[in-house]
Nanobody
Framework: QVQLVESGGGLVQAGGSLRLSCAAS????????MGWYRQAPGKQRGELVA????????NYSDSVNGRFTISRDRAKNTLYLQMNSLKPEDTAVYYC?????????????WGQGTQVTVSS
């Protein structure tokens, strides 16, 4: 079956950096649309922080624009989120979301989430 497995989260001081990875197995991410969402403590998952389209265009929420960079490596079947200049308000569980091709069919999948905690 298809799985998206995130990694790279952790505890970091304000101003630090982390790189999140989302590795797909059981299918191909190819040039499909993908994104990173986050769920802050006490809030529902919903904020789209970064997205990459099938054409390779990237979009960011105002809160992370200029600090975060989304990218993908087709050969490694992996999506990344480079997070720089982290702030305490970036503390959240981060989820990747992707359209994955398996046996000629595209379906949308979510990863299990990875915790990012930024201390002040």
């Amino acid at each position: 079956q298809v799985q998206l497995v995130e990694s790279g989260g952790g505890l970091v001081q304000a101003g630090g950096s982390l790189r999140l990875s989302c590795a797909a197995s059981g299918g191909s991410i190819g040039d499909n649309a993908m994104g990173w969402y986050r769920q802050a403590p006490g809030k529902q998952r919903g904020e789209l922080v970064a997205a990459i389209t099938s054409g390779g265009s990237t979009n960011y929420s105002d809160s992370v624009n200029g600090r975060f960079t989304i990218s993908r490596d087709r050969a490694k079947n992996t999506l990344y989120l480079q997070m720089n200049s982290l702030k305490p308000e970036d503390t959240a569980v981060y989820y990747c979301n992707a359209d994955v091709l398996r046996f000629g069919v595209h379906r949308n999948y979510w990863g299990q989430g990875t915790q990012v905690t930024v201390s002040s």
